[in-house]
């Protein structure tokens, strides 16, 4: 669908704000048009927030951070992270990631293994680990399942598309194999350590063998 012409010119100007260093017009713009539903809008407001958060200084924002119908004003922080959820909201498979970490850094499990969840959904290798991996260890909402994440985990690593994704399926078994361990009985534990000598002794020597 072709976006309207005066949605265009605000998106525009916007831009234009930010190259001009007017980075409060330039906010006011992209939340206006996040209300009106664009995602792209609402992860550049949600980028602004976060600015602000980290440098206060950087610029002063046209209208206060106020994220609920109390009118308290809020922390720069909590504009971000309601940003981005409108973003996630809004279909942003990107945002969905960021919010999950964003609530999970809150304490909030349950909006954060629903954002995973979401963005596993549509196909995110991002959040399927991030969902597997809050299954593997539990949450506070999540009751851990280490079959469950390690099966996922082995999926994840197999369908991974760069090599980056791959290696955190595999630290990401090794944390729940480590997990589990920690919750074994003492013969449980020597033999994972057992079975862990074994194995390295056995990449020591192929390394050692292939020289």
């Known amino acids: 669908m072709t976006e309207h012409p005066l949605l265009l010119l605000m998106h525009t100007l916007a831009r234009r704000a930010f190259v001009n260093d007017d980075f409060a017009g330039s906010l006011l713009l992209y939340s206006f048009l996040s209300e009106l539903g664009s995602s792209i809008a609402a992860r550049n407001a949600a ?35 309601f940003f981005l959820r409108r973003a996630a909201a809004l279909g942003d498979i990107e945002a969905m990631n960021l919010a999950s970490a964003a609530e999970r850094a809150a ?27 809050m299954l593997g260890l539990g949450t506070k909402v999540v009751k851990a399942n ?60 192929l390394r050692i063998t292939s020289r």
């Not at 924002?61 to 971000?80: K, L, N, R």
């Not at 304490?107 to 991996?133: K, L, P, V």
């Open 47 to 81: 980028d602004y927030w976060t600015m602000h958060s980290q440098k206060p200084n950087s610029f002063s924002p046209a209208i206060p951070c106020v994220v609920d119908a109390s009118g308290t004003i809020a922390p720069s922080s909590e504009c971000a992270l």
């Open 107 to 133: 304490g909030n499990d349950a909006a954060a293994y629903d954002w995973a969840s979401r963005a596993a959904d549509r196909g995110s290798q991002h959040g399927r680990f991030e969902r597997a991996m």
């Open 146 to 205: 280490s079959s469950s994440a390690s099966a996922e985990l082995h999926k994840l690593r197999e369908e991974a598309k760069d090599l980056a994704t791959a290696s955190a399926a595999i630290i990401g078994l090794f944390r729940i194999k480590v997990a589990e361990t920690l919750g074994m009985d003492r013969l449980g534990m020597l033999a994972f350590i057992a079975t862990a000598s074994v194995g390295l002794l056995t990449c020591v020597v």
